[in-house]
């Protein structure tokens, strides 16, 4: 909901660049969301554009993948095509169908180097990781153009990549924030144990697979740090040493890999969604190998084909788990309270909320603003500056701000992700919600009773 909050509440695309210039993102999807947003009040749109980027890259694959059948049906049933990237609204299934345009595109590299490098960079504009995809796209045909000899138009050449870098160049500008934005923050540091963990991710995008718990979403099956390393190393080196026959598909994988993990040690360590595009750089790689390696009888290219398809199938099981959960429980409990507000009667009420990441979108499902305790500003969308990250919520000072805002503002509604004591607090417990599959914290809305305030509050 954050990113149609942004772009629904811009007046303009300059207004729409205004409001995300703590998001660290290019902005493409949200200009898909803010011409959407001039129709029509319906946040339904933010799902409708995800499962068309879907149903695309979908096409894509089936046309154009040079795997076999039932390794395209494997790749878009895995967990990236079917639920992290599918079902969970975000910009990440137009970065996933942009990445494979630029894979697609690279055959277009000698013939027609600009269009090559035109497409192979909209994925830049997506996010910091499209960026590097698109990187790592422009820097794997260079080195091709060199390996190969390949000088003829070498101006057009030269002139297409200078393109493809000024573009690169413009989402960086796009995505950077200002100087107090949370996003801005770079890890100066060394941190022998985050270095691991960064490490880690490699098998944690390629194997999925969660833990056996309610709080599963996130979290890996292999708690040991030290052996989710251990596999991350070995499944790279092996992966590479199998590549290395094909040069551009061992460039790419080892490129991509390397920008990846730098990007998550240095600035953002993420989550699955995140290092996930670890997984789109291994199977466009793939992509490359196969495209080249025409060889049956190759020994690589037959470990490689193995490794690959056990990769898909063991992708099958976390797309299951978390597919069939989605059926059963709710992604956010935001959508439901939002009907419960209004169903009740409250729609009217000024809402407050601490934690902006579980409550403000239930302002937004309600098409208003939160007063956001933790900032002491009222919100449409959440504002990632570095006061957000170090000024955490504190109930007695949110207590204070509903107590001066009811002055002006008589019925208020209190949004948390945590229980309030009613015998210590003036609010009236209206209704509570369990965990989600996001989150184990659950949803509580209150009514605030100022008269009955008691004195020390």
């Not at 992509?287 to 490794?307: C, G, P, T």
């Not at 898909?312 to 709710?330: K, M, T």
């Not at 439901?336 to 409250?346: L, Q």
């Not at 009222?378 to 207590?399: A, C, H, W």
Request: proline content about 4%; hydrophobic content about 45%; overall charge positive.
């Amino acid at each position: 909901m954050q990113a149609w909050a942004l772009a629904r509440n811009a007046n303009s695309i300059s207004q729409l660049y205004y409001n995300l210039r703590y998001e660290g993102n290019p902005g493409l999807f949200h200009l898909f969301l803010f011409v959407a947003s001039r129709f029509t009040d319906n946040y339904y749109f933010l799902k409708y554009f995800n499962f068309l980027f879907i149903v695309l890259a979908v096409f894509l694959v089936g046309v154009f993948a040079p795997f076999k059948n039932w390794q395209k049906v494997l790749l878009v049933f895995g967990y990236y095509f079917l639920y992290e990237y599918g079902t969970v609204s975000r910009h990440y299934a137009l970065t996933l169908l942009l990445t494979i345009v630029g894979i697609i595109s690279f055959r277009l590299r000698d013939k027609n180097p600009f269009l090559f490098v035109l497409l192979s960079s909209l994925v830049a504009f997506t996010s910091p990781y499209g960026t590097l995809i698109s990187l790592t796209l422009l820097l794997t045909a260079s080195f091709v153009w060199v390996k190969n000899r390949n000088f003829e138009n070498p101006w057009l050449k030269i002139a297409s990549l200078m393109f493809g870098f000024a573009l690169l160049a413009l989402t960086v500008v796009l995505a950077s924030p200002p100087e107090d934005g949370s996003y801005m923050l770079y890890r100066t540091y060394k941190d022998p144990k985050l270095a691991m963990e960064t490490v880690a991710r490699v098998w944690q995008a390629y194997v999925p697979i969660p833990r056996n718990e309610a709080d599963s979403w996130n979290s890996n099956f292999v708690k040991n740090l030290d052996l989710r390393f251990g596999f991350s190393v070995v499944l790279f080196l092996f992966i590479a040493f199998l590549l290395r026959k094909k040069p551009t598909a061992l460039v790419f994988y080892l490129i991509g890999t390397f920008l990846i993990l730098l990007f998550c040690y240095i600035k953002f360590s993420g989550a699955v969604r995140h290092y996930g595009h670890l997984y789109l750089i291994f199977f466009s790689a793939m992509w490359l190998y196969f495209e080249e390696a025409q060889d049956k009888k190759s020994l690589d290219r037959n470990i490689l084909q193995f490794l690959f398809s056990v990769i898909l199938i063991v992708q099958i099981i976390p797309s299951a788990i978390f597919f069939l959960r989605d059926f059963r429980e709710p992604f956010s409990n935001a959508e439901a309270a939002a009907k419960y507000i209004k169903d009740s009667g409250r729609e009217g009420f000024y809402l407050i909320g601490d934690d902006d990441t579980e409550t403000i979108p239930v302002a937004n499902y309600l098409k208003k603003e939160m007063y956001l305790s933790k900032n002491k500003k009222e919100r449409f969308f959440i504002k990632y500056d570095q006061n957000r990250t170090t000024n955490n919520g504190l109930v007695s000072r949110m207590i204070s701000s509903a107590t001066e805002l009811s002055k002006k503002n008589p019925n208020i509604l209190l949004i948390l992700d945590y229980p309030l004591e009613t015998n210590l607090y003036p609010v009236t417990l209206l209704k509570q919600y369990g965990p989600t599959l996001s989150s184990s914290r659950g949803l509580y809305i209150y009514e605030f009773n100022a008269i009955s305030l008691p004195t020390g509050i």
